[in-house]
T-cell receptor, first 112, second 113 residues
């Protein structure tokens, strides 16, 4: 997990509410990623950002939004448009010119 | 969508045995193939990775075998231990910096004493 903080670890929300998941890193890595993990489906890329003030959609961006105002932070908002938001959300970082993505400890979101 | 197909979905092996997890890919542009290990409630951690210029890579008890012509790669765990019980994901990416990883669906491995 070293250097990547995701908070909170567990999050409960009512259906129809937007919710923002936090991801902070002190690794000075350029790129940051958000993945969604569901049982039996592996990790699917939601959004990623290679530099501040720029980000790209991943494979399942619908119903999500992100911002990258600071190098250290990449918050993910799960909007009410996301039809099935209950999942385990993972943030990851990648240093420039390197291969290994480092993952945070994750946030388990449950929408009631 | 680019895919990486992983099998089996789950695997039970006795302590000391050699579990083997297989992955197959379609995109010939993939040039980086990592394996991640994930314990329950935690984020994945890189275990070992390989590039197509070699057919095998060993790190401790973990070995990746790579078959470029078949577009397949596999993870072998030698002398498996109960502490190796976890979910394992293969992945693949291409391009400079390997920005976008495509993951397999995962294998839940259980090592019984």
């Amino acid at each position: 997990d070293g250097g990547i903080t995701q908070s909170p670890k567990y999050l409960f929300r009512k259906e129809g509410q937007n919710v923002t998941l936090s991801c902070e890193q002190n690794l000075n890595h350029d790129a940051m990623y958000w993945y969604r993990q569901d049982p039996g489906q592996g990790l699917r890329l939601i959004y990623y950002s290679q530099i501040v003030n720029d980000f790209q959609k991943g494979d399942i961006a619908e119903g999500y939004s992100v911002s990258r105002e600071k190098k250290e932070s990449f918050p993910l908002t799960v909007t009410s448009a996301q039809k099935n938001p209950t999942a385990f959300y993972l943030c990851a970082t990648l240093a420039g010119g390197r291969d290994e993505q480092f993952f945070g400890p994750g946030t388990r979101l449950t929408v009631l | 969508q680019q895919q990486v197909k992983q099998s089996p979905q789950s695997l039970i092996v006795q302590k000391g045995g050699i579990p083997i997890i297989n992955c197959a890919y379609e995109n010939t542009a993939f040039d980086y193939f990592p394996w991640y290990q994930q314990f329950p409630g935690k984020g994945p951690a890189l275990l070992i990775a390989i590039r197509p210029d070699v057919s095998e890579k060993k790190e401790g008890r973990f070995t990746i075998s790579f078959n470029k012509s078949a577009k397949q790669f596999s993870l072998h765990i030698m002398d498996s231990q109960p502490g190796d019980s976890a979910t394992y994901f293969c992945a693949a990416s291409s391009g400079v910096g390997n920005e976008k990883l495509t993951f397999g669906t995962g294998t839940r491995l259980t090592i019984i004493p």
